[in-house]
């Protein structure tokens, strides 16, 4: 699905606030406000309607849904996948992922929630259909500055560092390490390289950082390039697929997508291809 054609995205806005789009653990208990709650809803919606076997629930809930700090947030996002479609987990990653970046361009926080994840509850405040489960959750507020002793400990947790109480960098390997194939890293183009950069800044579980692009001529690759945690690399390989997506469009450059429908999340495997016309 070539999300980047959908009137109600803004590829350009949504490419700028990539940066901006970071896992944050302690919230306050104000509720959104009647403007974000609003916003996302219909975002949420519309992103949906694009997936036949994904989509995105907003409400505001209860605190029996998060656990341990997240538990003051008042409204969440489900992100929920049909069980036995091939290609669901990795187009969950794809909505996850745009409602999480464009929660961040309008100032809303979020943190992907799965490995400590109440999938009871989560699955019953999603009202999930019975072919249906949920591959993460996120609350949705707002958040208090950080303790030191709380940056200190996010930092060694995620690869992030700060510097004068603020978020400076995140942990990221060279280029070199997530590209493969025939073409060389010299011989990338400017566009090609943006396309990569975005790739490497889309969040991952266990920062695992599973991207792996190649360039032939005016096509990109994308595949898995690490084993393990195979029900969340989907995910993960969804939430690259929608960054590249956003940097070649934000490059206004026309391309077509395909994506394997095969697709099963193993290591090696081609996740999609880009073609530039």
């Not at 980047?4 to 509720?31: G, M, W």
């Not at 690869?159 to 194939?181: A, P, T």
Request: hydrophobic share 45%; proline share 4%; glycine share 6%.
């Amino acid at each position: 699905m070539d999300f980047t054609k959908q009137d109600f995205i803004d590829t350009n806005a949504l490419y700028a606030a990539i940066p901006k789009r970071f896992s944050s653990r302690k919230y306050t208990s104000d509720a959104l406000t009647p403007e974000h709650q609003a916003h996302l809803i219909e975002f949420a919606a519309k992103a949906s309607a694009l997936f036949p076997n994904a989509r995105l629930v907003i409400k505001e809930v209860d605190h029996s849904v998060f656990k341990m700090k997240f538990a003051v947030a008042k409204w969440m996002a489900a992100f929920v996948f049909k069980i036995d479609d091939q290609l669901a987990r990795l187009n969950v990653g794809m909505l996850a992922e745009l409602l999480l970046i464009e929660a961040a361009r309008i100032g809303v926080r979020t943190v992907w929630l799965g490995g400590i994840l109440d999938i009871s509850a989560s699955i019953k405040a999603a009202e999930c259909a019975e072919d249906e489960t949920v591959a993460g959750i996120t609350p949705l507020g707002y958040v208090h500055g950080r303790s030191m002793l709380e940056k200190t400990a996010f930092g060694m947790m995620t690869g992030h560092k700060f510097k004068d109480g603020e978020l400076v960098k995140r942990k990221r390997k060279d280029r070199s390490f997530f590209i493969y194939g025939p073409t060389p890293l010299t011989d990338w183009p400017e566009w090609a390289l943006t396309a990569l950069d975005a790739m490497i800044l889309a969040a991952s579980a266990k920062n695992k950082q599973p991207w792996r692009l190649s360039l032939e001529g005016s096509t990109l690759t994308l595949k898995c390039g690490v084993p393990g945690f195979v029900d969340m690399i989907p995910d993960d390989m969804g939430a690259g697929l929608v960054h590249v997506s956003l940097a070649l469009a934000n490059q206004d450059k026309t391309f077509k997508i395909e994506v394997d429908e095969g697709y099963s999340g193993k290591q090696d495997e081609v996740v999609a291809v880009w073609t530039i016309e």
